[in-house]
């Protein structure tokens, strides 16, 4: 495992921890294929499985230097500052380019996409019946998954950390978007906007020396849910690694045939061209949340129309995505070292 890094492989780091904080707030989009295509998928799930008995036995022995080392703790803590930033900045970004551009947003990651599964089957040379018969079950997850029903939003404490473990799976699992899972538990809104919004409005009020939020219940109600909903990522994120870190051991290849089925499976949630479809009440009007948003029923996808300008663009945009990630594995194979034991 890489311990020495140069500050250029820090800030690579970082900028790669930044990616995957943007991909895993994308509904469709996993942070787990980021890891994969930038050749650090492994690296990660290993190192967060060393979040264990004996790092805890370090942390309450103040061995921090140790616990440190064990956990890998430069490589993890340059990733997740890159998410923490893209939480807060790139995050935004996509916010206001999927509300004023959604068709080109969704089209070059569905490029993206396509790109990453081009990148990791070119170099899967283990192909034989059992890792097609892995990659055809990955494909049936990942479709069965794209067409769940969402539910309704529901703040109760306990499914909130639920949705922290299992929303949280789209940064070890590539294919599996744990924003599009949150959209199916009826909490993406609830947990990736409005609570993250009243942290960022939170914090900004403490710099200013302005307390009143305390005053505000519905703010507290939010930062609560929050902090519940990173408990629970926290503890999936532990959970999910150990399990991911004992089938990359024993059975990797079958592991890496079922990653490109489920990629391949999850198009149909990135797929450009769908239009949202709101749950109605008896009386004909579309249910809202909690916040006053609509409620997704489903997705209504559609095949475009080739004689409109918009459709091609949509195109542009989805071979922009493919190269993006042709690109960037490109880059990351011509500056590959060899890990330093």
């Known amino acids: 495992m890489q311990q020495t890094r140069t500050f250029t492989d820090k800030v690579l780091l970082v900028l790669k921890g930044l990616a995957m904080g943007a991909a895993n707030k994308v509904p469709g989009v996993s942070g787990g294929v980021v890891a994969f295509v930038a050749g650090f998928y492994e690296e990660f799930i290993y190192s967060l499985q060393k979040i264990n008995y004996k790092a805890f036995i370090l942390l309450i022995n103040g061995r921090f230097r140790s616990l440190f080392h064990y956990t890998n703790g430069r490589f993890l803590s340059l990733l997740i500052l890159g998410m923490l930033i893209s939480y807060f900045s790139v995050s935004k970004l996509l916010d206001y380019l999927i509300l004023h551009y959604e068709l080109y947003v969704w089209a070059s990651f569905f490029g993206m996409i396509i ?81 993250v919004n009243a942290l960022y409005d939170t914090l900004s009020e403490l710099i200013l020396l302005d307390f009143s939020f305390t005053q505000d219940l ?21 959970t999910l690694s150990h399990v991911l870190g004992f089938v990359l051991k024993h059975y990797k290849k079958d592991t890496f045939a079922a990653i490109i089925g489920f990629i391949t499976g999850s198009l149909g949630v990135v797929w450009p061209w769908k239009e949202k479809i709101f749950k109605l009440d008896k009386e004909g009007e579309i249910i809202l949340d909690s916040q006053g948003n609509g409620v997704i029923d489903y997705y209504d996808r559609y095949f475009p129309t080739f004689s409109s300008a918009e459709t091609w663009l949509a195109i542009f945009f989805i071979l922009i995505g493919i190269l993006i990630v042709l690109g960037l594995a490109w880059y990351e194979k011509k500056n590959q070292k060899p890990a330093i034991k």
Do not use: H
């Open 115 to 195: 790109g990453s599964i081009y990148y990791i089957s070119k170099d899967f040379d283990e192909w034989s019946k059992r890792s097609l018969i892995f990659v055809f079950l990955g494909i049936l997850a990942g479709v069965a998954i794209s067409f769940l029903e969402p539910a309704k939003e529901n703040d109760n404490l306990w499914f909130v950390f639920f949705c922290g473990m299992v929303g949280v799976s789209g940064m070890t699992l590539p294919g599996l978007s744990g924003s599009f899972i949150l959209i199916l538990f009826g909490n993406y809104v609830l947990l990736l906007v409005d609570s």
């Open 218 to 238: 519905e703010r507290i109600r939010l930062l609560e849910v929050l902090l519940v909903f990173g408990a629970g990522s926290l503890a999936g994120l532990v």
